[in-house]
Each structure stands twice: as structure tokens, then as C-alpha cells.
């Protein structure tokens, strides 16, 4: 399928190529070639071959072929082209879409949480770098959730609830390879003192857990001593000799980017601070981030 798939898009690639070496020969051309073409079937219909005529004058030949545009649905790509603002972004979605096995309804998704624009902003991390390169793109600055429900939202066991209630969308947007190991998940210590971890999640490409604390409220410095704990704890009551070490995520409704970033400064733990947003808010959020990193930059 994968091999069937390249070459139709390749194929349509340099439809789209010929059309667009030959749009001078009169405003009808795409229409009467589509004519032409009728008894080969609807994927040369008029509007297929204006997408293909996009196609081949959004990407050059190389990007096609050594990238994994070939290896896209059709439908999916004409989705990303369609609804992409410039030529980085499409590039992105592919990319995602090939990397993580992302449906067309998926992408749709994705775009619509602006997964793109939350990209360009750095999360707030200790260096959790691995040579394997996964653990470098575990966290996000942004979580959408968009199933979440803000006007039940009193508590912070209201907000695990409603994750727990939504576990595959949760799973879907914390990214590939997370499992979830538990929520309220016990500790229990030597000296029988008992603790409870918001949610103990287990990363099957990193081989690491990773405990995740959601906060209600913005980001405190004083936060981080309890997710230290936890983390430290797992690592002593949990991992075993076949698991990376413990890896800690604050997930909270806003965070200070310089006292995030400060209050992580030179800690030796793999640790992080992201924001979760629903939708509605998304869009106020990005243009202040974006904004803010522009001026940093400056």
C-alpha cells in the first residue's frame, strides 16, 4: 500500500508539473484536460487536478521524493495544503502525520489545536536530552485538551477526573509512547507514610516513568518540592534496573516563563513545567507567547 500510494503521488506530482508548464495554453486547459481524462476515473476530476497543480507548485521534486510527502494519504496531504498559512507549516504536519501514524481526522485535529504554532515555543525543561532523540520532544509548552469541561473544573481531582474520563484523548495529545500506570497512585515508603501521585505514566519508548502533577492555579516555585519527591520516590520504590530514570511534569493553567525557567535552572533531575489550555483559550495564548519570544529574540 505504502509503495502504491508513493507512486500515485508521484504520479501526481508531475501532473501537477505538466499543468503548470502548460496553464499558457488557455484558461480551459485544466478542465478539458480533466475532460480527457474522465475515463480513467474521478481522481482526474477538475478539482484533483487544480490540487495537483498546488501540489507541484507548493514542493519541489526533492521534498517529494526523499521526504515523506510521498508517503501520505492524498486526501490527507490536500487537508494540510489546504488549511496550512505557509510552506514550514505543511512540511510540519507531514512530517507529524508520517512520524506518529496520524489518521486525516487526527490531522484535522491538530490543526485545529494549532499544534504547529505551540511547536515554536520551547517548554520550560531541565536537560532531559537522550541520544536517542525521543526524550528531547517528550514535552510541550502547551497541552490542549479540548474535551475539558472548565466550568466543572473546582479542584484539581475534578481536573484528573475529566482526564481520566477522557484517557485516549488525553493519551493522544501527551504524545506517542505514554501509558498510563495510575492515577492517585499509591506510595508506600519504608516507614509505611503513604503518598499519592496525581498521575504515574509510563513512557514505552523512553523506558522511564513519568509523574505528571496538575495544578489548577499558575505555576508556584514551591510546587516543584512535591513533584521532586515523587520523582525521587519512584526512582527508589519503582524503577527497576531496566528503566531510565524518573522523569517529573508539572502541568499547570499558566506558568511565569522567567520563573519557570529560573526555578529549573541547574536542577540535575529530568524535570518540566507546560501549560494545559482548552481551545477557546489557545488563540489568546499563542499570540502573547509568540509575541513575548519575538521580543526576547529582538
Known sequence: MVVVNSAMIMTYYEIGTIINERKTWGSKYIQNLANDLKEYGNSYSTRNLHYMSKFAIEFNKNEIMHQPGAQIPWRTLIEIMQKSK??????????????????????????????????????STTDIYKSDDLSNELFKDTYVFDFLDKNNIKTEKDLKNQMIDNIIKFLNELGPGFTLAGKEYKLVTPTNKEFYIDLLMYHTKIHAYVVIEVKIGEFNPSDLGQLIFYVNAVDTLEKTDRDDPTIGLLLCKDADKFIAETTLKNSLMKLGISKYKILEELPEYLERRLKDDLKIKK
Open 86 to 123: 505557509s510552506h514550514e507549516e505543511m512540511l510540519f504536519y507531514i512530517n507529524e502525520t508520517y512520524k506518529h501514524g496520524w489518521s486525516r481526522a487526527m490531522v484535522l485535529n491538530q490543526i485545529e489545536m494549532k499544534a504547529y504554532e505551540r511547536s515554536l515555543i520551547e517548554p
